[in-house]
């Protein structure tokens, strides 16, 4: 199979934009608030969203699967309050949750957290749980930086994030390190934020010693892990300045690097440094580039293209496109076991 582990609903219904513009309004003006309830979106609706889109693309590329997601720019965890982000949280992962039920064979969910600046992580549990027992979704995705922007939240080796990682533990799943919405005027969403959080989350794993209390966490580092492999030397003379053990030892049983990386020296180098047992390929298709390449002439996130083209065995390939996606992601590879796949 090919497993792309990094699919966002980035093509929902104009309903589920207009229900947030209504949601926002009523921050200011509570007779503006909607009610959940409110938004109405047909199966019809979400089929017509996928079929044209990122099932279309997949079928054109030869993905089978995706890990599905809420739009990532879209979970804006620092838009209003707690009760705001829950409210948002709920409607965007069912949303998912439908189209994992009409698409059974091509998407399976991962969940967003009702995150919100300075709000406790332990007020994520009950959408995590409800998300895993009743929508069985594989992941989560996690924020680092709710502020959008500003960092105002401890690390993520800080005990801050403990309530979260205990129930990760619990329940078999990984989280991919995912920030939202900019909204400092320094840093582009996609083109900086995105990059710079990646590379932020990677600097404050080797840091710390998290992984000693949590030795079965799984952390996915999308968009090829930011700066992480390009600078690994740099990273390797960082950790042994701090005395911490090599790079393979400290993280690399922990952390993982997907392939939202868009263009092939890039995925090239990936594949070079990091060991292949640790990225998983990924696409984010219909995400944050788009576009055609000219130099190619083939869309930017068709990434697969990259893999097949890349100086690896065919067992290094089959780990990415499959193996270690059912590794790190234990209740996908269940799911997938009980199909007979």
Same mark, same amino acid.
């Given at each position: 199979? @090919?497993? $792309?582990?990094?699919?966002?609903?980035?093509? /929902?219904?104009?309903? &589920?934009?207009?229900? %947030?513009? =209504?949601? #926002?309004?009523?921050?200011?003006?509570?007779?503006?608030?909607?009610?959940?309830?409110?938004?109405? @979106?047909? $199966?019809?609706?979400?089929?017509?969203?996928? /079929?044209?889109?990122? &099932?279309?693309?997949? %079928?054109? =590329?030869? #993905?089978?699967?995706?890990?599905?997601?809420?739009?990532?720019?879209?979970?804006?965890?620092?838009?209003?309050?707690?009760?705001?982000?829950?409210?948002?949280? /709920?409607?965007?992962?069912?949303?998912?949750? %439908?189209?994992?039920?009409?698409?059974?064979?091509?998407?399976?969910?991962?969940?967003?957290?009702?995150?919100?600046?300075?709000?406790?992580?332990?007020?994520?549990?009950?959408?995590?749980?409800?998300?895993?027992?009743?929508?069985?979704?594989?992941?989560?995705?996690?924020?680092?930086?709710?502020?959008?922007?500003?960092?105002?939240?401890?690390?993520?080796?800080?005990?801050?994030?403990?309530?979260?990682?205990?129930?990760?533990?619990?329940?078999?799943?990984?989280?991919?390190?995912?920030v939202s919405t900019s909204c400092n005027a320094c840093f582009h969403t996609t083109g900086a934020h995105y990059i710079n959080a990646d590379?932020?989350?990677?600097?404050?794993?080797?840091?710390?010693?998290?992984?000693?209390?949590?030795?079965?966490?799984?952390?996915?580092?999308?968009?090829?892990?930011?700066?992480?492999?390009?600078?690994?030397?740099?990273?390797?003379?960082?950790?042994?300045?701090?005395?911490?053990?090599?790079?393979?030892?400290?993280?690399?049983?922990?952390?993982?690097?997907?392939?939202?990386?868009?263009?092939?020296?890039?995925?090239?180098?990936?594949?070079?440094?990091?060991?292949?047992?640790?990225?998983?390929?990924?696409?984010?298709?219909?995400?944050?580039?788009?576009?055609?390449?000219?130099?190619?002439?083939?869309?930017?996130?068709?990434?697969?293209?990259?893999?097949?083209?890349?100086?690896?065995?065919?067992?290094?390939?089959?780990?990415?496109?499959?193996?270690?996606?059912?590794?790190?992601?234990?209740?996908?590879?269940?799911?997938?076991?009980?199909?007979?796949?």
């Amino acid at each position: 199979m @090919i497993i $792309d582990i990094h699919g966002h609903y980035t093509t /929902a219904p104009p309903a &589920l934009e207009a229900w %947030r513009k =209504r949601q #926002i309004a009523g921050l200011h003006d509570r007779a503006l608030a909607p009610s959940a309830a409110e938004l109405r @979106i047909g $199966d019809d609706e979400l089929r017509e969203s996928i /079929a044209s889109n990122q &099932l279309g693309k997949m %079928r054109e =590329r030869g #993905i089978d699967l995706t890990v599905f997601s809420p739009r990532a720019s879209f979970m804006a965890h620092h838009i209003g309050d707690f009760e705001t982000s829950a409210a948002w949280a /709920a409607i965007n992962n069912e949303l998912c949750h %439908r189209v994992s039920r009409l698409f059974p064979d091509s998407f399976v969910g991962a969940a967003m957290l009702p995150q919100s600046p300075g709000v406790d992580p332990a007020s994520c549990i009950p959408e995590l749980e409800r998300c895993v027992k009743e929508y069985g979704f594989v992941a989560i995705n996690l924020n680092p930086d709710p502020s959008g922007g500003h960092w105002t939240s401890p690390p993520l080796t800080d005990r801050h994030w403990y309530s979260v990682y205990e129930k990760m533990v619990e329940y078999d799943i990984p989280a991919m390190i995912h920030v939202s919405t900019s909204c400092n005027a320094c840093f582009h969403t996609t083109g900086a934020h995105y990059i710079n959080a990646d590379t932020t989350a990677f600097m404050q794993l080797l840091s710390g010693d998290l992984f000693a209390d949590f030795p079965t966490l799984k952390f996915v580092i999308p968009h090829g892990g930011g700066a992480a492999p390009y600078h690994w030397g740099r990273y390797r003379g960082l950790a042994q300045e701090m005395k911490k053990p090599l790079l393979q030892d400290h993280l690399l049983d922990n952390v993982f690097f997907d392939t939202c990386v868009y263009h092939q020296p890039g995925i090239d180098l990936l594949t070079r440094v990091i060991p292949v047992q640790n990225v998983l390929f990924a696409s984010e298709m219909i995400g944050a580039v788009r576009g055609i390449d000219p130099e190619t002439g083939h869309h930017y996130d068709d990434t697969r293209r990259y893999i097949d083209a890349a100086n690896i065995t065919p067992a290094e390939r089959h780990q990415i496109y499959e193996g270690n996606a059912r590794r790190v992601y234990p209740r996908l590879d269940a799911l997938l076991a009980a199909k007979g796949l």
